[in-house]
């Protein structure tokens, strides 16, 4: 593939809710520059954007695919994103190397939830956005319908840039707004715009001129002395617009029938910054908090934002470059890992096919293959040179499940297996909970987790079971209590005798364990002091109560007996043990459970429904807040009631709630709950 200079380069993510038809607006451009013969098809599985093996089956994205489009002497590089909110890891990292955003509508469902989120990513980002009505030649479709709903719902100045030429079945082409001219039919011929459109189009005209005045001063001294702005005066206007946030360009079409792409493409080379538009970069140089002017003859210096875990290729690595010019068959260093990577041939990527390039300017995104340490959120630079690109920032899982190798032959693959899946999915977490004894997968959603799951398998032959995970419970005190416990065993030949006192009380929240020896008069030995600690610690790992983990105890031994044949290290070990199971029992056994802060972002209509579910779990709601619409619930909840708020807060908000979630603390379980546990463990221990 051509290299293109940093000002010819174009970064945009598609983004929206699933089915808008954002993989088809991928394939349309694709065709539109005569790369492909035919457009591919989600139904049948050809398109570029969509070709794992589960996007296939599911006829849904799950992972962002880069496309890059050739187009006018310019390359757009199209970072398809997951619609399904599920895979929002993705779309952050697409976000992180793009300069704009482009949000694609159905024009007859219109505004949906992925459409909501999509917008709320942007907000949080900062970064332009711009809308795609898509769909204009389905039943029912109604471009004005939409752009009336996209003010009402969210705060923006949304102008229209391509005005559709009919609708539904006689749909025929889009009128360019700032060009006032016509492009007919899939090959954007020129026209003349149709009689009923022209006050439309005069209308639209005029928003679009006052927005691109408004932006700049000497523009807006012109427009208000009554001279006309020129076609590239209003272009650089709307440009400055777009990038301070202050108009969202609306464009129209339909990408299935290619109407309407060609004019799209054109628009965003003159709309979308390129990365010299949108430099400066924040990053941190040698520890401090400096700025990456974008100059392709620069330092280099660039970020991986997505890794793709192919079991016969190997890793592949995707970066995008910030700064300076990253070169096939050089050598970089990662600044994250603190070692050299041998880049080899690096490739632009269209979809899986591999595009080789000798070299990526600032600006531009590239893959390259078999990296050795090098993964998701690193900055490679040149050596000798300390730069860190911030990384893209991903939420904590919300949902687990514990999983379980079918065979031994599963066992022993599924450590490197799960990392490879984590590699690919940042979002995706797990981890071996011994407190509990299970293998927890984690991530954003059932739907998630079923992919994460089906990889496993498909990609790396390994099989698993699924469970609902169990709460990390935890065991300990409230209360003083001392107990004693003599072990004697006589066995015919040398016995074993040991006599152990000890007293149990509530310990140091920095320690899970105060040990203190207060034995005077050498009624034993303090050479058996090591002895009586491992016994209770042996306890402690295996709980007293329920098998979970002991906590926070304070244990002195203050008196015992000891015999001068007989005594010896494991006789100590056992009546240390018993004599803390004794103890613990009378110093008034609770349980911990997990406390996490829990932030709820739902519209307004539903923060009663959320209130009242969030107190039938425990909660305690620290605040509420509404911004902009949307309600925001802070609270604190048992872990134990969250394990599938993911799929509750799904059902009672039709899918327009989101939330995040964070550990905070320990705390003791409400006394009538505690008896549950007991019972749940003693039934597990029946089974087993």
């Known amino acids: 593939m051509k290299v293109y200079p940093s000002d010819k380069i174009r970064n945009i993510a598609l983004m929206g809710h699933s089915g808008s038809g954002k993989t088809i607006l ?30 296939i089956k599911r006829s849904q994205s799950i992972n962002t695919s880069l496309i890059p489009v050739e187009w006018s002497g310019h390359k757009i590089n199209v970072l398809d994103t997951p619609g399904y909110p599920d895979f929002i890891g993705d779309v952050i990292s697409a976000l992180r190397v793009s300069e704009a955003g482009m949000v694609v509508l159905d024009a007859v469902a219109g505004i949906e939830v992925g459409t909501e989120l999509a917008w709320q990513h942007l907000e949080q980002e900062e970064k332009p956005r711009f809308i795609f009505i898509n769909k204009m ?7 004005q319908r939409v752009l009336d709903a996209l003010n009402n719902t969210f705060e923006g100045n949304f102008v229209p840039v391509l005005l559709p030429i009919g609708a539904e079945g006689n749909l025929s082409g889009v009128v360019s707004v700032i060009e006032g001219k016509a492009y007919l039919g899939p090959e954007g011929a020129p026209g003349d715009v149709p009689a009923e459109l022209e006050d439309a189009l005069e209308e639209a005209k005029l928003t679009l001129v006052e927005a691109a005045a408004e932006s700049d001063d000497e523009l807006l001294m012109k427009y208000l002395e009554g001279e006309e702005l020129t076609p590239d005066e209003v272009f650089t206007g709307l440009k400055n617009a777009i990038r301070a946030g202050a108009v969202v360009p609306v464009f129209s079409g339909s990408a299935s029938k290619e109407i309407g792409i060609r004019a799209a493409m054109d628009l965003i080379l003159s709309l979308v910054p390129s990365p010299v538009d949108a430099a400066p970069y924040p990053a941190l140089i040698d520890g401090e908090e400096g700025e990456l002017p974008g100059d392709a003859n620069g330092v280099t210096a660039a970020l991986v934002f997505k890794t793709i875990a192919d079991p016969y290729v190997g890793r592949i690595t995707l970066f995008r470059v910030f700064n300076g010019t990253l070169k096939s068959d050089s050598r970089m260093y990662n600044v994250n890992k603190g070692a050299e990577e041998r880049m080899g041939h690096i490739f632009a990527l269209r979809g899986k096919e591999q595009l080789p390039v000798k070299e990526v300017p600032a600006g531009d995104i590239a893959a390259a293959a078999k990296l050795n340490v090098t993964a998701t959120g690193d900055t490679l630079v040149e050596k000798g040179t300390n730069i860190v690109i911030p990384p893209p920032k991903f939420p904590n899982p919300l949902y687990a499940v514990a999983i379980k190798p079918v065979s031994q032959a599963d066992s022993a693959k599924i450590s490197n297996a799960l990392n490879r899946l984590v590699e690919e999915d940042p979002t995706l977490k797990w981890y071996n909970d011994t407190s509990i004894r299970q293998l927890i997968l984690s991530g954003m959603g059932d739907v998630h987790i079923t992919i994460a799951v089906n990889r496993l398998k498909g990609k790396f032959g390994v099989n698993v ?19 004693a416990y003599r072990h004697k065993k006589q066995t015919g030949g040398a016995g074993q005798f040991a006599e152990v006192h000890m007293r149990v009380e509530p310990g140091s929240e920095e320690q899970d364990l105060v040990y203190e020896w207060e034995v005077f008069g050498g009624a034993i030995s303090s050479t058996f002091m090591p002895s009586i600690e491992k016994g209770i610690r042996q306890v402690m790992k295996e709980g007293v109560l329920a098998g979970y983990p002991v906590v926070k105890v304070k244990v002195a031994v203050y008196d015992g007996k000891e015999h001068p044949v007989d005594s010896k290290d494991i006789a100590f070990q056992i009546a240390g043990r018993e004599a803390f199971k004794k103890a613990f029992q009378d110093a008034g056994p609770i349980f911990l459970e997990p406390i996490y802060r829990v932030e709820v972002i739902v519209p307004e209509e539903y923060m009663g429904d959320i209130l009242g579910d969030l107190n039938t779990r425990r909660a305690r709601v620290l605040g509420m807040d509404t911004v902009r619409g949307k309600s925001i619930i802070t609270a604190e909840v048992p872990y134990a009631e969250l394990l599938r708020y993911a799929n509750d807060l799904r059902s009672i908000t039709q899918g327009r709630g989101i939330y995040n979630i964070e550990f905070l603390r320990y705390e003791p379980v409400p006394q009538h709950l505690s008896q549950n546990i007991i019972d749940e463990a003693k039934r597990e221990k029946e089974e087993k």
């Open 465 to 483: 079971t699924t469970e609902m995970p169990k709460v990390p419970y935890r065991e300990t005190v409230s209360r003083t209590a001392t107990a």
């Open 26 to 55: 991928a394939e349309a451009m694709v065709h539109a520059t005569g790369v492909t013969s035919r457009m591919g098809r989600i139904e049948d599985g050809t398109t570029i954007s969509d070709w794992d093996e589960e996007e």
């Open 137 to 143: 030649d389905r039943d029912n479709a109604n471009f």
